[in-house]
């Protein structure tokens, strides 16, 4: 009984292309790996998201909690149609993004969190899952919300979103659209990467998602010691 209860419970998936995955070379030179990542790789991910809860800068507290609300209800089946990418230095998590396809022609836009801060990293992040979603997926719009005025910042005017009326599926402020001409109108300005990915780069971020230290990710939000605080 509980297996047939658990098949009911488990929403239908619709079929998704896979992302192909590219590397961004950063200011400092280094090359990030940005990747789509299945469920197998939550676990790990909801360790390297944990230390954010006690971060009330620029809302990293919420945006941690949320996504790893996320994660969890994708990785026990409990959300419909979600993708999550990763970004990888040398195999060390970066950053995480994940949006869930209300619809074939519909995105929502969950969240960004950036674990490494100064390199545009979010931004870079948030680019590529906007990829996905228009270039892969071929949706014709996504919506977006923001938790922080940062977020405010970096999607809405940067990329000059479109208002809506209604709610986000996250609740919050005023929903706002990015839609397919809008996409596009950005893209050379802030969509990065070259593909292919080079074998040896590509072999090390698959080979081990390495998560920093607490003490380490705490250092690179806050941008100062723990101890210092």
């Known amino acids: 009984m509980d297996m047939e209860l658990e098949a009911y419970l488990r929403p239908p998936e619709m079929p998704m ?3 192909p995955p590219k590397v961004i070379t950063l200011a ?3 090359k990030m790996i940005v990747r789509q990542v299945d469920r197998d790789a939550v676990p790990i991910l909801l360790e390297a998201i944990k230390p954010t809860f006690e971060v009330a800068r620029d809302y990293y507290d919420i945006v941690g909690v ?3 609300a996320e994660l969890l209800g994708w990785y026990r089946y409990r959300v419909r149609d979600e993708f999550c990418l990763v970004g990888q230095i040398d195999g060390l998590l970066v950053g995480i993004v994940n949006t869930r ?5 519909l995105g929502m ?3 960004t969190l950036a674990i ?14 906007m990829e996905y979603s228009f270039e892969y997926l071929r949706q014709e719009e996504v919506l977006i919300t923001a938790e922080s005025p940062i977020g405010f910042r970096r999607w809405m005017i940067e990329y000059g979103l479109e208002k809506r ?23 050379s300005r802030l969509v990065a990467g070259e593909r292919p990915v080079p074998l040896e780069l590509m072999q090390v971020a698959e080979r081990e998602i390495i998560v920093a230290s607490e003490e380490d990710i705490l250092e690179k939000i806050l941008g100062v010691k723990r101890r210092e605080i």
Do not use: W
């Open 17 to 19: 292309v896979p992302y």
């Open 28 to 30: 400092t030179s280094g």
């Open 66 to 68: 949320r996504l790893y």
């Open 101 to 105: 396809c209300y619809s074939p022609e």
């Open 109 to 111: 836009s969950l969240h």
């Open 116 to 129: 490494e801060r100064g390199l545009r990293i979010g931004a870079h992040l948030f680019a590529a899952k």
């Open 165 to 187: 009326d209604g709610q986000h599926e996250l609740g919050g402020a005023t929903p706002y659209a990015l839609t397919r001409e809008l996409y596009f109108r950005n893209k």
